[in-house]
T-cell receptor, first 111, second 117 residues
Framework: QQQVKQSPQSLIVQKGGISIINCAYE??????FPWYQQFPGKGPALLIA?????SEKKEGRFTISFNKSAKQFSLHIMDSQPGDSATYFC??????????FGSGTKLNVKP | GAVVSQHPSWVICKSGTSVKIECRSL??????MFWYRQFPKQSLMLMAT?????????EQGVEKDKFLINHASLTLSTLTVTSAHPEDSSFYIC?????????????FGPGTRLLVL
């Protein structure tokens, strides 16, 4: 059973555009929601994260929007750049210990 | 941020042999490390949680006798794939939790690509 559902599977955005990736979860016991960026052949790197008591968090061009009642959260990348081309994973943390990852979104930012 | 290293970065072995992968926390002592497996174009799946000085906790469906985990020190955890077969070929990634930071903070290693011929 997929604990965290992520969409879309792939995304093509023009340089300067907004990239939006969505995730949904079922378990209300999740208490931390990070987004990771992964380049080919590399491990995931933490991009930005949010706790469920906050509805939005912004760090530079990256924003997480969190809707607790809908059990959904999304990543917005403003002014997308070719260097942002990577695979992005959402995740949810259970009991401060176990991460459940979404299936990933491959982002391609066209120059 | 904290650095977690893995060695080797890639390994090719013959079917039936054993392969050891090391995960090190370079600038902090990690009481807990995690091992993940990632198949091509798929997500990370947690295999086991490694606790320093005690037995690892394996996720459902992961064979503990096949994937041996040892966390003998606060900076090193090892994953040994015993009697490797082609279906074990995958990208193995470890992560480590810095106990000095918020409990949800985990740092991921660069991964080890295993190819079993």
């Amino acid at each position: 059973q997929q604990q965290v559902k992520q969409s879309p599977q792939s995304l093509i955005v023009q340089k300067g555009g907004i990239s939006i990736i969505n995730c949904a979860y079922e378990n209300t016991a999740f208490d931390y929601f990070p987004w990771y960026q992964q380049f080919p052949g590399k491990g995931p790197a933490l991009l930005i994260a949010i706790r469920p008591d906050v509805s939005e968090k912004k760090e530079g061009r990256f924003t997480i929007s969190f809707n607790k009642s809908a059990k959904q959260f999304s990543l917005h990348i403003m002014d997308s750049q070719p260097g942002d081309s990577a695979t992005y994973f959402c995740a949810a943390l259970y009991n401060f210990n176990k991460f459940y990852f979404g299936s990933g979104t491959k982002l391609n930012v066209k120059p | 941020g904290a650095v977690v290293s893995q060695h080797p970065s890639w390994v090719i072995c013959k079917s039936g042999t054993s392969v050891k992968i090391e995960c090190r926390s370079l600038d902090f002592q990690a009481t807990t490390m995690f091992w993940y497996r990632q198949f091509p174009k798929q997500s990370l799946m947690l295999m086991a949680t490694s606790n320093e000085g005690s037995k690892a906790t394996y996720e459902q469906g992961v064979e503990k006798d096949k994937f041996l985990i040892n966390h003998a020190s606060l900076t090193l955890s090892t994953l040994t794939v015993t009697s490797a077969h082609p279906e074990d070929s995958s990208f193995y990634i470890c992560s480590a939790r810095d106990p000095g930071l918020a409990t949800e903070t985990q740092y991921f290693g660069p991964g080890t690509r295993l190819l079993v011929l």
